[in-house]
C-alpha cells in the first residue's frame, strides 16, 4: 500500500511537489498566529482544576500581584530627604501615566499612628522632610507599621518601592500590555535621574513574565539556527555532499512546518515547555531521513535506477521507521492524558509531529530523491564508518567473553540509579525556572530588600460582618504571627494589622496595646477610621472575606507545602468554632501544579516505556524479548538519575522534560538490533556470537550517528538561557550516549546470553514467517 | 420700534431671574468658579442638617451611615463642624469636630465612645475618605476649586436644567485629582454633576445631583450620589432633615461639646 503511495508521488513528482507547496503555505500562514509566551497562569489555569476557582475569587477580592510593576529604589538611606523627594518625583510621574490606576509607595502610603498625645492618620509623609528630625521620624513612623515595612520599604532602610498597579485587568494583561507598562515605568525612571548613590530599578511580576517570553523567543531564534547546524554538521559528515545534507533537512523542515500549522489550531501560546518541540521534531525528524538516503545510496551504488532505488531502499525501512516512529509517538502520546493543558498539548503535538516526520520521510524524501540529481560520490562509506566498525568489532570481542561483567555492572549502574533516584525529589522552584538576567535577578532582590513575590494567601470567608468580629480578628492575628515565625516568610499581613495598629495610636503609642481589643464596637470605630482604599487591600467591603497575606523567599515547593500544612493545623484549630472557613491559595497552587505536572511526566513516562515494551511482545512475538529490552533501556535512565543527583538537580517542570525526550529515542537502537538479530536468523545464519556481531556492525554506525544527533542536538539546550533547558541539554545528553553505549554493549549481551537461541532458529528452519524479518529484508549487512 | 420690541424683551427676562450674564455674553470661567464657591450646597455656612449616607459595593451589599451635622462659618470661607454619627450601632455616638484653617491642614478631633475620651487626628487626610463613604475629605472642602485654573467648556443640559461645562486643573501639589469637569446650573450655580479624573487622566469618581431643595433661601444638595467608578463603589446621600441656621453657639464647636454625646 504504501509503496503503492510512492510509486504514484514519483509517477506525478511535480503535482506532489506543487500539492506539498501549497500545504506549506497554508501551515506557515496558521503558524503567524502562534503566540510565544511565558505566563504562570498558563501552567495551572486549565478547566476543572479546583483550586482555579478559589484563586480567581481571591483575585477577583483583593486583586492580582502580578499586575504590579515595581520601582526598586536603592540608597544607603531611603530616608534621606532627596532620597524621598525622588520617590515623590516617581510616585507622580507613574500616577499620571495612563498604564497604570494606583501608585503607592512612601510617597503616600498611609498609616494610623500615636504622634505625642495626638492620633496621626493619613499618609506617613506629609511633605518632603527638611531635618534629619524629620527623616527619622518618617523612617520611625514606616517602619513601625507592619502595613508598610517590607511592603514599600525594607527593614534596614536601603531599599523602597515604588508599586505601580497596572490598569489592565488580569483579563486582557497580554504580554504587549505588560511591556508597554514596563516600558512607562523605564521612561519615568530615565527621565528623573537619581540623586547619587541612588538606583533605580525597573522589577515586578510583568517585568519577569516580559523578559522570560523576550528570552524564550531569544532562544527560538538562536537555538534553532544551532541545532540545524548541528545536524548539517552531522550530515556532513555521514554523507559528504550537498544533497546528502539537504534532502534530509528538506524532508524534516516540512514536518516541523505543518506540526506549526496544526499547533495553531490548538490556540495554546508557546510557552517554556512547548518551546522544546521544533528543537525535539528537528533532531527526531532527521534521523529517519537519515536511514533511508543511507539505503538508497547503497541501492544506487548496487546498481539500481534512483526509481527502484527509492522503492526498495523504503520496501526495506518502512516497517522499522514505521515502528521506531509509532514508538516514539507513543511515547510522547501517553503525555496526552496529562491533566494540564501545556503538558497534554506538548505530548500531543510532538506525537503528531513525529508521525509527520515518518510521513515526509516516506513522501517528500522521495520525491526530492527522484528530482533532485545524484552526488557525484554516492558512498557513504567513510573514514568514520571504517573506525567505528573497527570500533565495534573491537567492542564485541571484548564483550562477548564478559558477558557476566556487562550484565553485572549494568545492574550495578540500574541499582546505583535507583539510590539516586531516592534523593532526587520534585521540587518546584519558582525562581528557577526564570532565565538568568534580570528576570531572576528581579525575584532575589525583591527577597533580599522586601518581601519577595512568592505568596501564601489564607482566604477567609464567613458570614457580613464577621472579620470584624474581635474574636476572629484575634484568630487572624495568631495565624499571622505563626506564619511570621516561620524561617522562610518575610511578611506576614492582615486586617488584625490594621486593627491593632490603631488601637496602639489610641492608646498613645504603647507598644502593649498593639493587639486586637477586646471590644467589637471599638473594633468597628478604628475600621471606620480607616481610609476605605487601604482597607480594601485587607478585608471586604461588608467584612465577609478577608486574606492572611504571607510573603515568603522561594525555596521550592516542597517548603512551601512545608509552610501551608503548618498553617492549616493552626486554622483547622482556630477557625472552625468561628463559624468563619480559611482556605490556603496563592502561588501554592502554581506549585502544586507544577509538582503535579513533574509527577504526570514521570507517570507518563512509566506508561510510555510500558506502552513501548508492550508494543515490541506484539511485534517480536516473545515476551523475553520484551523483558529483556527493559534493562539496557533503564540504564540511561539510571545514568540520567545519577546526573541529576551528582549535579545537584531536583525534578522540575522544565528538566523533568528529559523523560519525555528520551521515550522517544531510547528504544529505537533496541529494536534494529532485535529486528537486525531476526533477519539474520530468517536468512539462514545460525552462529550467535556472528550474528549479533554483524548485527552490531549494521546496525551501530547508524545507531551511534543517530545517538550524536539526538545528543548534540538537545546539548545545544545548554546555550538557553534557562536553567532547566540547560540542564535538560545535558540530561539529555547523557541518556542518549549511555542509551547508545547500553545498547551496543547490554542489548546485545542480553540477547546472545538470554535469548531462545534454539528456538528462533528451529522456527526459522521450518520457514515461520516472521512478519518483522519480513519487513525488514533479507539481505545480510543490508544496513 | 424695533427698539422698543428689545427693551421688552430685556424687561421679560429680567424679571424672570435670568441667569446674570445672557447667552451671547456669558461669564468666564473664574466667575463661574467663584459662584460656585459661594453657594453652599452643604450647609456650612450654618445649618444643622440630619443625613443618611447609603454605601452600595462592587457586591451590591449595602450599610447605612446616619449622622447630624452642625455647621457655622467662622472666617469666610472657613467653616467649623461637628458630626455625630447615629447608625450603625458600632458608631453610635462617635462624634467628629473638623475646624478648617486658612493654611496648613484642618483641626480633627474624633470621639470614640468606647474610649470615652477624644482624639486629635493629624496628619494630611484630604485625599481620605470620610467616615468610609466615596466622598474624600477634598471632595468636602473644596480647596482644590479655590486654587484651581478653570475653563469654560460649553453649554449642556442636566435634566434640562441648562449648565455651564467647566474644566477645572487644580494647583495645589496635594490634589487629588488631575483635573475635573463640572456641570454648573446656569441659574443657582449648583453643580449638578462632576466628573473627577485621577492623576493618570482616567475617569475616577462621577458626582451627581439627584435633589436640590431650596431651604430659608439656600439652595441645598439635598440628594447625591458619589460613583468611584474604578471600585465600583456607591455613596448616596440625602439630606433629611436642613435647618438653616447662621448663628450656632461657637461652643457647640469644641472638644467637650463632642465628647459630650
Given at each position: 500500500m504504501l509503496l503503492k503511495v510512492v510509486s504514484f508521488l514519483l509517477r506525478h513528482p511535480w503535482t506532489s511537489i506543487v500539492f506539498i507547496a501549497v500545504s506549506l503555505g497554508l501551515a506557515g500562514y496558521a503558524a503567524r498566529t502562534i503566540e510565544v509566551r511565558f505566563q504562570y497562569r498558563d501552567f495551572y489555569d486549565y478547566p476543572g482544576?479546583?483550586?482555579?476557582?478559589?484563586?480567581?475569587?481571591?483575585?477577583?477580592?483583593?486583586?492580582?500581584?502580578?499586575?504590579?510593576?515595581?520601582?526598586?529604589?536603592?540608597?544607603?538611606?531611603?530616608?534621606?530627604?532627596?532620597?524621598?523627594?525622588?520617590?515623590?518625583?516617581?510616585?507622580?510621574?507613574?500616577?499620571?501615566?495612563?498604564?497604570?490606576?494606583?501608585?503607592?509607595?512612601?510617597?503616600?502610603?498611609?498609616?494610623?499612628?500615636?504622634?505625642?498625645?495626638?492620633?496621626?492618620?493619613?499618609?506617613?509623609?506629609?511633605?518632603?522632610?527638611?531635618?534629619?528630625?524629620?527623616?527619622?521620624?518618617?523612617?520611625?513612623?514606616?517602619?513601625?507599621?507592619?502595613?508598610?515595612?517590607?511592603?514599600?520599604?525594607?527593614?534596614?532602610?536601603?531599599?523602597?518601592?515604588?508599586?505601580?498597579?497596572?490598569?489592565?485587568?488580569?483579563?486582557?494583561?497580554?504580554?504587549?500590555?505588560?511591556?508597554?507598562?514596563?516600558?512607562?515605568?523605564?521612561?519615568?525612571?530615565?527621565?528623573?535621574?537619581?540623586?547619587?548613590?541612588?538606583?533605580?530599578?525597573?522589577?515586578?511580576?510583568?517585568?519577569?513574565?516580559?523578559?522570560?517570553?523576550?528570552?524564550?523567543?531569544?532562544?527560538?531564534?538562536?537555538?534553532?539556527?544551532?541545532?540545524?547546524?548541528?545536524?548539517?554538521?552531522?550530515?556532513?559528515?555521514?554523507?559528504?555532499?550537498?544533497?546528502?545534507?539537504?534532502?534530509?533537512?528538506?524532508?524534516?523542515?516540512?514536518?516541523?512546518?505543518?506540526?506549526?500549522?496544526?499547533?495553531?489550531?490548538?490556540?495554546?501560546?508557546?510557552?517554556?515547555?512547548?518551546?522544546?518541540?521544533?528543537?525535539?521534531?528537528?533532531?527526531?525528524?532527521?534521523?529517519?531521513?537519515?536511514?533511508?538516503?543511507?539505503?538508497?545510496?547503497?541501492?544506487?551504488?548496487?546498481?539500481?535506477?534512483?526509481?527502484?532505488?527509492?522503492?526498495?531502499?523504503?520496501?526495506?525501512?518502512?516497517?522499522?521507521?514505521?515502528?521506531?516512529?509509532?514508538?516514539?509517538?507513543l511515547g510522547f502520546a501517553a503525555f496526552a492524558s496529562a491533566h494540564l493543558p501545556t503538558i497534554r498539548t506538548f505530548g500531543a503535538i510532538v506525537a503528531i509531529g513525529v508521525a509527520l516526520s515518518f510521513v515526509t520521510t516516506v513522501t517528500v524524501l522521495p520525491l526530492l530523491l527522484k528530482v533532485v540529481p545524484l552526488p557525484n560520490r554516492t558512498r557513504s562509506s567513510t573514514r568514520i564508518g571504517a573506525w567505528v566498525d573497527r570500533a565495534l568489532v573491537g567492542l564485541w570481542a571484548g564483550i562477548r567473553s564478559r558477558r557476566g561483567w556487562v550484565c553485572g555492572g549494568a545492574i550495578a549502574v540500574i541499582g546505583a540509579g535507583a539510590v539516586a533516584a531516592r534523593g532526587v525529589d520534585i521540587v518546584s522552584v519558582y525562581v528557577s525556572v526564570l532565565p538568568r538576567g534580570p528576570a531572576q535577578d528581579t525575584v532575589h532582590?525583591?527577597?533580599?530588600?522586601?518581601?519577595?513575590?512568592?505568596?501564601?494567601?489564607?482566604?477567609?470567608?464567613?458570614?457580613?460582618?464577621?472579620?470584624?468580629?474581635?474574636?476572629?480578628l484575634q484568630a487572624i492575628d495568631a495565624v499571622s504571627k505563626l506564619a511570621r515565625n516561620q524561617p522562610i516568610v518575610n511578611s506576614s499581613v492582615s486586617l488584625a494589622d490594621l486593627v491593632s495598629e490603631a488601637n496602639q495610636a489610641f492608646a498613645g503609642g504603647d507598644p502593649a496595646e498593639r493587639r486586637v481589643p477586646d471590644s467589637s464596637s471599638l473594633v468597628a470605630q478604628y475600621l471606620a477610621l480607616a481610609d476605605p482604599a487601604d482597607r480594601a487591600d485587607l478585608v471586604s467591603d461588608d467584612y465577609a472575606r478577608s486574606h492572611i497575606r504571607t510573603l515568603l523567599t522561594d525555596r521550592g515547593s516542597k517548603a512551601l507545602l512545608g509552610l501551608r500544612d503548618v498553617l492549616q493545623a493552626e486554622i483547622d484549630r482556630r477557625f472552625p468554632p468561628l463559624g468563619v472557613t480559611a482556605r490556603i491559595t496563592g502561588s501554592v497552587v502554581d506549585f502544586e501544579e507544577s509538582d503535579?505536572?513533574?509527577?504526570?511526566?514521570?507517570?507518563?513516562?512509566?506508561?510510555?516505556?510500558?506502552?513501548?515494551?508492550?508494543?515490541?511482545?506484539?511485534?517480536?512475538?516473545?515476551?523475553?524479548?520484551?523483558?529483556?529490552?527493559?534493562i539496557p533501556n533503564l540504564v540511561p535512565i539510571a545514568a540520567c538519575f545519577i546526573t541529576m543527583r551528582l549535579a545537584g538537580f531536583h525534578l522540575r517542570v522544565d528538566n523533568s522534560l528529559v523523560l519525555c525526550?528520551?521515550?522517544?529515542?531510547?528504544?529505537?537502537?533496541?529494536?534494529?538490533?532485535?529486528?537486525?538479530?531476526?533477519?539474520?536468523?530468517?536468512?539462514?545464519?545460525?552462529?550467535?556470537?556472528?550474528?549479533?556481531?554483524?548485527?552490531?556492525?549494521?546496525?551501530?554506525?547508524?545507531?551511534?550517528?543517530?545517538?550524536?544527533?539526538?545528543?548534540?542536538?538537545?546539548?545545544?539546550?545548554?546555550?538557553?538561557?534557562?536553567?532547566?533547558?540547560?540542564?535538560?541539554?545535558?540530561?539529555?545528553?547523557?541518556?542518549?550516549?549511555?542509551?547508545?553505549?547500553?545498547?551496543?554493549?547490554?542489548?546485545?549481551?542480553?540477547?546472545?546470553?538470554?535469548?531462545?537461541?534454539?528456538?528462533?532458529?528451529?522456527?526459522?528452519?521450518?520457514?515461520?514467517?516472521?512478519?518483522?524479518a519480513a519487513g525488514v529484508g533479507s539481505a545480510p549487512g543490508a544496513r | 420700534m424695533r427698539w422698543l420690541g428689545a427693551a421688552l424683551v430685556a424687561i421679560l427676562v429680567t424679571a424672570a431671574g435670568s441667569p446674570p450674564a445672557s447667552a451671547d455674553n456669558p461669564p468666564s470661567a473664574t466667575d463661574i468658579l467663584n459662584r460656585v464657591l459661594d453657594s453652599d450646597p452643604w450647609g456650612l455656612n450654618g445649618a444643622t442638617i440630619t443625613a443618611r449616607a447609603t454605601l452600595t459595593d462592587k457586591g451590591g451589599s449595602k450599610s447605612e451611615l446616619s449622622l447630624v451635622a452642625k455647621s457655622k462659618r467662622y472666617d469666610p470661607p472657613l467653616s467649623?463642624?461637628?458630626?455625630?454619627?447615629?447608625?450603625?450601632?458600632?458608631?453610635?455616638?462617635?462624634?467628629?469636630?473638623?475646624?478648617?484653617?486658612?493654611?496648613?491642614?484642618?483641626?480633627?478631633?474624633?470621639?470614640?465612645?468606647?474610649?470615652?475620651?477624644?482624639?486629635?487626628?493629624?496628619?494630611?487626610?484630604?485625599?481620605?475618605?470620610?467616615?468610609?463613604?466615596?466622598?474624600?475629605?477634598?471632595?468636602?472642602?473644596?480647596?482644590?476649586?479655590?486654587?484651581?485654573?478653570?475653563?469654560?467648556?460649553?453649554?449642556?443640559p442636566v435634566a434640562s436644567w441648562p449648565c455651564y461645562v467647566v474644566d477645572v486643573t487644580p494647583r495645589r501639589e496635594d490634589a487629588q485629582y488631575s483635573h475635573t469637569v463640572m456641570w454648573v446650573r446656569k441659574d443657582n450655580f449648583l453643580t449638578l454633576k462632576t466628573k473627577m479624573f485621577d492623576k493618570g487622566g482616567v475617569l475616577e469618581k462621577t458626582f451627581e445631583a439627584l435633589e436640590v431643595k431650596r431651604v430659608a433661601g439656600h439652595w441645598f444638595i439635598s440628594k447625591s450620589r458619589m460613583h468611584d467608578v474604578q471600585h465600583a463603589h456607591t455613596t448616596e446621600l440625602v439630606l433629611e432633615d436642613i435647618v438653616v441656621k447662621a448663628d450656632i453657639d461657637d461652643d457647640e464647636f469644641t472638644m467637650r461639646a463632642l465628647e459630650k454625646p
Open positions: 482544576n479546583p483550586s482555579v476557582p478559589l484563586l480567581d475569587r481571591y483575585y477577583a477580592e483583593f486583586g492580582d500581584p502580578a499586575g504590579y510593576v515595581v520601582l526598586l529604589v536603592e540608597a544607603p538611606d531611603v530616608f534621606r530627604p532627596d532620597v524621598v523627594r525622588h520617590i515623590s518625583d516617581l510616585t507622580r510621574e507613574l500616577e499620571r501615566s495612563p498604564e497604570f490606576v494606583d501608585v503607592l509607595s512612601l510617597a503616600n502610603a498611609r498609616a494610623i499612628r500615636a504622634e505625642g498625645d495626638d492620633v496621626a492618620s493619613g499618609p506617613v509623609m506629609a511633605r518632603i522632610p527638611r531635618t534629619k528630625e524629620e527623616s527619622d521620624q518618617l523612617r520611625r513612623t514606616a517602619l513601625g507599621s507592619a502595613l508598610i515595612v517590607r511592603h514599600v520599604v525594607s527593614p534596614d532602610g536601603t531599599a523602597a518601592a515604588v508599586l505601580a498597579k497596572m490598569r489592565a485587568p488580569p483579563a486582557t494583561r497580554t504580554v504587549e500590555r505588560q511591556a508597554a507598562g514596563v516600558e512607562a515605568a523605564r521612561r519615568v525612571v530615565a527621565a528623573h535621574p537619581a540623586p547619587d548613590g541612588v538606583r533605580v530599578r525597573v522589577t515586578g511580576a510583568p517585568l519577569v513574565e516580559v523578559e522570560t517570553t523576550r528570552a524564550l523567543v531569544r532562544s527560538q531564534i538562536t537555538l534553532t539556527p544551532v541545532v540545524l547546524l548541528v545536524m548539517v554538521a552531522t550530515l556532513v559528515l555521514t554523507f559528504r555532499s550537498l544533497q546528502g545534507v539537504l534532502l534530509p533537512l528538506a524532508a524534516v523542515a516540512v514536518a516541523v512546518l505543518w506540526t506549526a500549522g496544526i499547533y495553531s489550531l490548538f490556540h495554546r501560546p508557546l510557552d517554556i515547555i512547548g518551546s522544546v518541540f521544533p528543537t525535539i521534531l528537528l533532531v527526531y525528524g532527521v534521523v529517519d531521513p537519515i536511514f533511508v538516503y543511507t539505503r538508497y545510496l547503497r541501492k544506487v551504488d548496487l546498481g539500481r535506477t534512483p526509481e527502484a532505488a527509492i522503492l526498495e531502499a523504503l520496501s526495506e525501512l518502512a516497517l522499522p521507521c514505521f515502528l521506531t516512529s509509532l514508538t516514539t509517538a532582590t525583591l527577597e533580599r530588600e522586601l518581601s519577595g513575590v512568592v505568596r501564601l494567601v489564607v482566604f477567609l470567608e464567613g458570614p457580613a460582618g464577621s472579620m470584624k468580629r474581635p474574636d476572629v503535579r505536572l513533574v509527577a504526570e511526566v514521570l507517570w507518563g513516562f512509566v506508561a510510555a516505556f510500558s506502552i513501548v515494551v508492550a508494543l515490541e511482545w506484539v511485534v517480536f512475538r516473545s515476551a523475553r524479548v520484551a523483558v529483556l529490552s527493559v525526550v528520551s521515550v522517544g529515542g531510547l528504544f529505537n537502537t533496541t529494536i534494529h538490533i532485535v529486528a537486525r538479530i531476526l533477519q539474520e536468523i530468517r536468512a539462514g545464519a545460525t552462529d550467535p556470537d556472528g550474528i549479533v556481531e554483524r548485527s552490531l556492525r549494521a546496525v551501530g554506525p547508524p545507531s551511534l550517528y543517530t545517538a550524536v544527533v539526538l545528543s548534540l542536538g538537545f546539548a545545544v539546550m545548554g546555550l538557553s538561557p534557562f536553567p532547566g533547558l540547560q540542564a535538560l541539554g545535558l540530561l539529555s545528553m547523557v541518556t542518549f550516549l549511555t542509551g547508545f553505549v547500553s545498547d551496543a554493549t547490554v542489548t546485545s549481551t542480553l540477547m546472545r546470553s538470554m535469548f531462545d537461541w534454539d528456538r528462533a532458529i528451529t522456527a526459522a528452519r521450518s520457514s515461520v514467517p516472521s512478519s518483522l | 467649623k463642624s461637628i458630626v455625630r454619627f447615629s447608625a450603625p450601632p458600632d458608631l453610635a455616638g462617635a462624634g467628629f469636630l473638623q475646624i478648617q484653617k486658612r493654611d496648613g491642614d484642618d483641626d480633627r478631633y474624633l470621639f470614640l465612645p468606647e474610649l470615652k475620651r477624644s482624639r486629635r487626628i493629624a496628619g494630611s487626610l484630604r485625599s481620605n475618605a470620610f467616615m468610609g463613604t466615596d466622598f474624600s475629605f477634598a471632595d468636602l472642602d473644596r480647596r482644590d476649586l479655590r486654587d484651581a485654573d478653570a475653563r469654560l467648556t460649553g453649554d449642556e
